[in-house]
């Protein structure tokens, strides 16, 4: 069974940084894509970011381009994503979610994944 745990979050101050972690264990593909997806309250679940294990591309969206950045650990089953510039309207639980895909096209479709994990609060603000 799938398992996907997300940790890193937390509170922090406009402009600061922090870093999300997502561990994945029993997972058997040789390819599949890891994305983050965020929920603003009363806000619908956004992808923001996405990796394809299989050759190492990567995509974001526009509201998070040239300020985080996604990457991947393989000896660790570890997807990481390094948020730096931090704004409030960044503020939401973050989710790391997988799918069985070479490339990350069409990753922003929440119906592409059957696992989730539970999610890590961040939360932006002075």
């Known amino acids: 069974q799938l398992q996907l745990v997300e940790s890193g979050g937390g509170l922090v101050q406009p402009g600061g940084s922090l870093r999300l972690s997502c561990a994945a264990s029993?997972?058997?593909?040789?390819?599949?894509?890891t994305s983050w997806f965020r929920q603003a309250p009363g806000k619908e679940r956004e992808g923001i970011s996405c990796?394809?294990?299989?050759?190492?591309?990567?995509k974001y969206e526009d509201s998070v381009k040239g300020r985080f950045t996604i990457s991947r650990e393989n000896a660790k089953n570890t997807v990481y994503l390094q948020m730096t510039s931090l704004k409030p309207e960044d503020t939401a639980i973050y989710y790391c979610?997988?799918?069985?895909?070479?490339?990350?096209?069409?990753?922003?479709?929440?119906?592409?994944?059957?696992?989730w994990g539970q999610g890590t609060q961040v939360t932006v603000s002075s």
């Open positions: 979610t997988t799918a069985r895909y070479y490339y990350c096209s069409g990753y922003n479709l929440p119906g592409l994944y059957d696992y």
């Open positions: 990796i394809s294990s299989y050759d190492g591309s990567t």
């Open positions: 029993g997972f058997t593909s040789d390819y599949y894509i």
